[in-house]
């Protein structure tokens, strides 16, 4: 049944033939006539001779177009959708009208019925070589692939967006704490120096004035080593706080650092212990300034919260490999810190629910 | 080239490198862009600064990382939300390599900026056969190959590249990969 060896009459069957490799021709009463070679791989040979309405279930168009299994005229032109669960298939496509063995004839031109066979076959794999190269339901379900992408695309955005949203406000609301806690904590220095020298004013006992200018003078450098504090918190905060590399002798570094809390420690009659470990290099090279900084609040804190008049601070090298590390512990017997609060310990403004002394405390020395 | 080549590289470095390596890697090729959407057209020069700053950090040299890049890209980006689109249009590596044309064309349809290489399949033998792969981009043949191993590994085949040769072309590139389908074990 080539429809090429019949050159009378069947014309529009191989033009339908170009345009589509799922090409049947049906008669009026929906026998099947001719079936092309890439429609026989999914309904059989014997598909030609039996009805369609035997192979197919019509989900369209209205029944209306087919009357009792009869294809009248008004059905050409429509869109046809049929399923067949025997056969595992579905096709969807136009009838037009036409001439098949010099026969009066209706042909469809079909494709796959894509969403009818991801529905009822789940993961189903159709050949490319089944769709006329204009049909557009692989466009259609590339689309939505391409759209269920972007919508995971846009769903992880706006995540992050909120996520950003978030933590501007908890930066805006952390400024805000900042502000009222930097506020408390200079109010505090503040008043004793201005206190103190209005009562050095007023006062006419030589012990008493030396007393109030000793007040004075410690309140006075509370509240530079505040404001250095936070100075230093804005520079690492604005990107400014550059790292600078040095060689320099550690035991010079901790001399100096001994004489800077020297005063602290007496004020607290505390005895500050510094051990280096021999096997240590009498020159190190690093950012000299940035580790005595964390040493000064590390140690200044331990001095300024333990009720021990002792604080160790020990220095020793660790290797793992080839690379070898300077570790410092610091050991002091004063309230600690809640294991449960350890995660909190270099978030800016932090201090623990333990501190109940009067210090002046900015919360940014473990992080600094 | 759309963002899904970006996300991609993305993925690839994630999983090799972890959230740092690609802060590294982004930094280097100076990708500012932190968000890139699958379906948006970027530059190309990003892809290739990417692959540069990952071929510098990975210590390998930039072919190789467009060579595993084109098997991660199959692998784990089509795979993921393309598998069955792509098995469309082949049931076999070599079907599927055929019709990547129609595959590119299709697309097209939609995403009118996309500018697809062009891929031609001769058969040699029925499990060898010659692809020519045409770009008017330079230098992402590796990439190619990678693809050819990650879509053997998609269909479960084994793919050889028996021999590879530039071809000499006045623009953009062109190779001519031979393909040898070898039984399985």
Known sequence: ?368 | MYGMIHKSIHGMVLEHLGEEGWKKIADQAEVDEQHLLSMESYDDHIVYDLVEAAADCMNLKPSQILENFGEHFVKKTLSNNYQNLLKNFGQTSFELLDNLNKLHTSIKTTFTGYRPPTFTVRYIMLDEIDLIYESERIGLSPFVRGLLTGIAYLYGESLVIAYEEKIDVSSGEQTLFRVVREPPK
């Open chain 1, 1 to 368: 049944m080539n429809p090429r060896n019949n050159n009378k009459s069947s014309i529009s069957l191989v033009l339908c033939l170009k345009l589509s490799p799922l090409v049947m021709c049906l008669s009026e009463y929906g026998e099947i006539l001719f079936c092309s070679e890439r429609l026989i791989q999914h309904v059989g040979k014997d598909a030609v001779g039996q009805s369609l309405f035997n192979l197919f279930t019509l989900e369209g168009p209205a029944r209306a177009y087919i009357k009792n299994r009869r294809i009248t005229a008004d059905s050409a032109g429509e869109l046809l959708l049929l399923s067949s669960q025997k056969l595992q298939f579905a096709l969807r496509g136009q009838l037009i009208e036409g001439m098949y063995d010099a026969k009066f004839t209706y042909i469809l031109t079909a494709a796959p019925w894509l969403n009818w066979l991801y529905d009822n076959l789940g993961d189903v794999f159709i050949d490319v070589k089944d769709f006329p190269a204009s049909d557009s339901q692989l466009e259609y379900q590339m689309n939505l692939c391409a759209n269920r992408e972007m919508l995971a695309d846009l769903k992880n955005f706006s995540k992050s967006l909120q996520q950003a949203k978030k933590e501007a406000e908890q930066a805006g609301q952390a400024k805000t704490r900042f502000v009222r806690h930097i506020s408390h904590e200079i109010r505090t220095p503040l008043y004793g120096v201005i206190t103190s020298l209005k009562l050095i004013q007023e006062e006419t006992q030589e012990q008493r004035r030396d007393r109030l200018f000793e007040i004075a003078n410690s309140s006075a450098n509370a509240l530079m080593d505040l404001i250095n504090e936070v100075l230093d918190f804005s520079r690492i905060e604005d990107g400014v706080f550059a790292s600078s590399q040095e060689t320099y002798s550690l035991q010079n570094m901790v001399r100096d650092l001994e004489a800077g809390l020297a005063a602290k420690a007496a004020e607290k009659d505390m005895y500050l212990q510094f051990d280096i470990d021999r096997a240590l290099p009498a020159q190190i090279t690093g950012d000299k300034r940035s580790l005595q900084r964390i040493l000064y609040n590390i140690v200044g804190n331990t001095i300024k919260y333990s009720e021990s008049d002792l604080v160790n601070t020990r220095f020793g090298l660790r290797n793992n490999g080839d690379d070898y590390f300077l570790m410092v512990e610091v050991e002091d017997y004063g309230i600690g810190i809640a294991e449960e609060e350890l995660v909190h310990i270099f978030e800016p403004f932090w201090t623990s629910a333990n501190n109940k002394s009067n210090e002046y405390s900015t919360g940014l020395d473990y992080l600094l």
